[in-house]
């Protein structure tokens, strides 16, 4: 795995390496891999851009968050790039349990909503850097040195959320919230899931 300093702290973060099936299931179907990759950059931007027009009385926040948005879209554009270049047309995919299975912890009201919200972009972003991580050095040399070009800023988000959730709330509530996410994040990266998606837990046919 690519050496940078932040990974380390990432991989602390993390409750669970992703499974060698998931690595393989990706690896065998990199069509959908870069179809749904797409996607979740759009969707990474997406939430960035509430974020910031959801809470305009924290300059931190909207500073941190118009930055990830950018990034976010230009990962976007870089995808479509790649996927081009292979002849893989984009198309809709149904979405993973993933994101849904952790969306069902957070609150309902700020600030406590705000909070979850936070530190599930963190769990993420963090998920998202270690599997480019684990499949780079497996991949052809195009396709591995964008994955490992997306190292750092992905790591970067990571820590830019956690650290907004321990501006906004005590770094207690933050911890205690951690380990609930924490518990159904690792389910739902070492359970079975239906599909591969990037977020996926391992496919049933893996």
């Known amino acids: ?97 993933y994101a849904g299975g952790l969306h069902q912890l957070v609150r309902k009201r700020d600030p406590g909503r705000l909070v979850d919200t936070l530190i599930l972009g963190a769990l993420i972003e963090a998920r998202s850097c270690e599997r480019f991580a684990a499949l780079a050095p497996h991949l052809d040399s195009e396709l591995s040195d964008f994955y490992r070009s997306l190292l750092k800023s992905e790591a970067r988000h990571f820590k830019d959320y956690l650290t907004l959730a321990r501006s906004v709330a005590h770094p207690a509530e933050v911890e205690e919230r951690l380990k609930d996410f924490r518990a159904v994040e690792q389910g739902l990266i070492e359970g079975e899931d239906g599909e591969m998606r990037f977020h996926s837990g391992i496919p049933a046919a893996a």
């Open 1 to 97: 795995m690519t050496a940078i300093p932040e990974m380390s702290d990432l991989l602390a973060f993390l409750p669970c390496p992703t499974p060698s099936a998931w690595i393989q299931a990706a690896l065998a179907d990199q069509a959908t891999l870069l179809i749904d990759h797409a996607n979740c950059e759009k969707k990474a931007a997406a939430t960035a851009m509430a974020l910031l027009h959801r809470h305009t009385d924290n300059p931190q926040l909207m500073n941190k968050m118009s930055r990830l948005a950018r990034e976010e879209l230009r990962h976007f554009e870089q995808v479509l790039s790649l996927m081009e270049k292979r002849n893989i047309r984009y198309e809709a995919v149904t979405a993973s349990r």
